[in-house]
């Protein structure tokens, strides 16, 4: 198992609605996790970071962690055009506490 | 508050030639962090610096590449020589302390083709 996953492919969704992404992450991970936003042909935009077990909510974007089926995830409410962009979720490895990322869901919002 | 400044913005070599790419981090930020991104992939690790010292480099291709952060504050990339498969946005980061709640933050990345 790769130590932070997402394995969904492009998510269109209408304008208005909510946009869910997930991501699973490995043993080697630890509990602390991070969900950037990343424009194309621009750098890792980071917009919500989540340590603890439960739901954390910042303005339209909800992190949720869940630690015994060990994933997170990002919910994206009354989407918006702007939206539309790579969501990458990462996670920092035990040890080295080298910061390891997902390969990225990309998420389109239809005006 | 400057972000991570990266030059340069673009670059084109041929195969087989050097490249070097530089890194300001955030100042006060003791951790950098180079990311190698193939477009469509996640970024990928390359080496991890703890103020000068290296934490991680077990992704360095280091047959290649190279890194240094001498005085602990800005960094240096080198790829010698390059191969096509290096083409990619080489993207650095740095946090305020390594750990497990430490945010990073990136630069605008160098975009490398290798022709």
């Known amino acids: 198992q790769k130590e932070v996953e997402q394995n969904s492919g492009p998510l269109s969704v209408p304008e208005g609605a909510i946009a869910s992404l997930n991501c699973t992450y490995s043993d080697r991970v630890s509990q602390s996790f991070f969900w950037y936003r990343q424009y194309s042909g621009k750098s890792p935009e980071l917009i919500m970071s989540i340590y603890s077990n439960g739901d954390k909510e910042d303005g339209r974007f909800t992190a949720q962690l869940n630690k015994a089926s060990q994933y997170v995830s990002l919910l994206i409410r009354d989407s918006q055009p702007s939206d539309s962009a790579t969501y990458l979720c990462a996670g920092i490895h035990y040890g080295n506490n080298r910061l390891a990322f997902g390969k990225g869901n990309q998420v389109v919002v239809i005006p | 508050e400057a972000g991570v400044a990266q030059s340069p913005r673009y670059k084109i070599i041929e195969k087989r030639q050097s490249v070097a790419f530089w890194c300001n981090p955030i100042?006060?930020?003791?951790?950098l962090y180079w990311y190698q991104q193939i477009l469509g992939q996640g970024p990928k690790l390359l080496i991890q610096f703890q103020n000068n010292g290296v934490v991680d480099d077990s992704q360095l291709p280091k047959d290649r590449f190279s890194a240094e952060r001498l005085k602990g504050v800005d960094s240096t990339l080198k790829i010698q020589p390059a191969k096509l498969e290096d083409s990619a946005v080489y993207l650095c980061?740095?946090?305020?302390?390594?750990?497990?709640?430490?945010?990073?933050?990136f630069g605008q990345g160098t975009r490398l083709t290798v022709v």
């Open positions: 100042s006060g930020h003791a951790t």
């Open positions: 980061a740095s946090s305020l302390v390594q750990g497990m709640n430490t945010e990073a933050f």
